[in-house]
């Protein structure tokens, strides 16, 4: 799963990913301005994007499992992303 983010500084788009620790990301910086994200997370900051990742990986299977079971019922996708991003704004939203 791809998770992207846009850097609050120069409001490029960018994969998560990109702000790995060196040399295979940038670091814990924005891949374009180069501003430095959360200074006190870059030690975390890898290990949740990756279960952020692992997460979000598992979360699209078990739908589309459940969805491909055949079980007489069509899963209404509109609502659970709009459920979610509901959820996520909130939390959003209490970080700023």
Known sequence: MKLEATCDTCGRLFLLQ???PEPA???GRCP???TRF???YV???PEVIREADESG???SKSLETLGGMGPG???NIDVILQSLA???AGTDQQSA
């Open 18 to 20: 990109q702000t790995l």
């Open 25 to 27: 990301g940038t670091g």
């Open 32 to 34: 374009f301005c180069g």
């Open 38 to 40: 959360g200074r006190h």
């Open 43 to 45: 030690q975390v900051l």
């Open 57 to 59: 990986q598992a979360f």
């Open 73 to 75: 019922f069509s899963l």
């Open 86 to 88: 509901q959820d996520f």
